[in-house]
């Protein structure tokens, strides 16, 4: 089976916007690839029942460390709120420290 060239013409080259919104589209699948993969990870441990939002932030903390949930926020491309309410799961799991910062009295 062989492959037929559609156009003998060379494509246009991609506008800025085009190549950031492509950009933009790429991060959200790996990001959501990168969840999924951690979640079938933690599949293999019977005692794991992260979902795969809390998985992804777990893997975020472990690897940067101390975060504040607007830094988490950010990262994951989502609003601190939505961190927040996947963070409290975790924090009663004793998985991270939900500490507050004496400067800001925000959790870290």
Known sequence: M?????????????SHHALAEAAHELRSVMHHLLRVMSVEEADGDPG???TPSQSSLLK???SAGPSTPADLARAELVR???VLATLKPLVEASLVDGTR???TGGRS
């Open 80 to 82: 601190p709120q939505s």
């Open 60 to 62: 975020r903390v472990r």
């Open 2 to 14: 062989g492959f037929m060239r559609c156009s003998d013409s060379e494509p246009e080259p991609l």
């Open 48 to 50: 794991s029942q992260l």
């Open 101 to 103: 910062t004496r400067r």
